[in-house]
């Protein structure tokens, strides 16, 4: 059974290195690494030539600048291999990650498998363990609906994927700059038939100040709630996942005010609230699906469906400080 890694590489010369050493040194053997540098200006491009060099099983291509959901789909044209991994360049994997997926494999023949991350500062402390194998008793709906709203995190670095699947279906990345991936993991669950977790961590997602993930205007997750919908609607999937929809809008509604609430003073951060909130009951209504709302958002329904805005944005500034 041959696993192929797909690593996008953007600027990343001070954490390659140690992402790469980390698959070569892997216990499990047969693997293929497809590396796609996205017009990285920076020495990137060359230390990836020294891996291909010294070990076959790195597949390094170039391309000018597309973004991250691009690179993933041009690296996944080029695959060989049963199952799909994604690592981020500025990340790194236990020894025994691709040997623990592979018993996995083996023993369930599953089409997506999840894994145990481990949240880390670049001084290797850890932040926070992030345990997808918790979810193991959900239901595949459950499971569909939770990921949508983001309660079960999207990354596709916490997930592996049978490559066949991906190829039957057409499932690709968009091309949003940030929340690529929860079209692409919605479809992924939505086609899936067995679901399988690996439960240890194996999986170091380590946290940089200039991380993909930190960038964002203020309304980071409200166009990816519109692309999924715009999805649901064109595939007659809306009226199934309504109350869903209307969850991530207000999941995205209470982000967006974290974020004003991060980058401005009271004042401004409640003018910008008041117009997040007209967009949401403008855009979604409050018929929700509780289960897929996380506790501390629905905290905050009561005082949205009332427009109370201050509780909301007084708590949004706590957290901002409490994060510092």
């Known amino acids: 059974m041959k696993l192929s890694v797909i690593i996008p590489v953007y600027n990343a010369e001070r954490h390659i290195n140690k992402c790469l050493d980390s ?16 017009g990285s200006s920076d020495n990137s491009y060359s ?7 010294s070990d076959d099983r790195f597949k390094v291509c170039k391309q000018d600048n597309q973004g991250p959901g691009s690179t993933r789909n041009n690296a996944i044209a080029k695959v060989t291999g049963d199952y799909i991994i994604f690592i981020d360049a500025d990340d790194y994997i236990n020894v025994d ?4 997926l592979n018993k996995c494999i083996e023993s369930d023949q599953p ?24 979810y193991k008793s959900l239901s595949r709906e459950r499971l569909i ?37 929860a079209l692409f993991s919605f479809k992924v669950l939505l086609y899936a038939e067995k679901i399988s977790f690996v439960e ?16 964002g205007d203020d309304d980071p997750w409200g166009p990816v709630c519109e692309n ?3 999805y649901l609607r064109a595939n007659h999937l809306i009226d199934k996942y309504n109350t869903t929809i209307n969850s991530f809008g207000f999941t995205a509604f209470i982000v967006s005010i974290y974020r004003i609430s991060k980058k401005h003073n009271l004042i401004c951060a409640m003018k910008k609230g008041k117009c997040a909130l007209l967009h949401f009951k403008y855009k979604y209504s409050f018929d929700f699906d509780k289960e897929s709302l996380e506790f501390r958002t629905r905290c905050f329904i009561f005082f949205a469906r009332h427009n109370l805005l201050l509780p909301i944005v007084i708590a949004a500034k706590i957290k901002v400080e409490l994060n510092k």
């Open 228 to 230: 999924l919908s715009a």
């Open 145 to 181: 609906r939770n990921q949508m709203t983001g309660k079960i995190p999207w990354g596709g670095v916490r997930k592996v994927v049978r490559a066949s699947m991906l190829f039957a279906n057409s499932i690709k990345y968009s091309d949003n700059l940030v929340g690529e991936e």
């Open 47 to 53: 230390l990836l030539l020294n891996y291909a060099l």
């Open 200 to 215: 240890m961590p194996c999986y170091h997602y380590v946290k940089h100040a200039e991380s993909q993930s930190e960038k």
């Open 23 to 38: 698959v070569k040194n892997q216990t499990y053997s047969n693997w293929e690494a497809i590396i796609i540098d996205d």
């Open 111 to 134: 089409d997506v498998v999840f894994i145990d991350v481990l949240h880390e500062k670049p001084s290797g402390e850890l932040i926070r363990q992030e345990f997808m194998s918790r």
């Open 97 to 100: 990650y691709f040997s623990e």
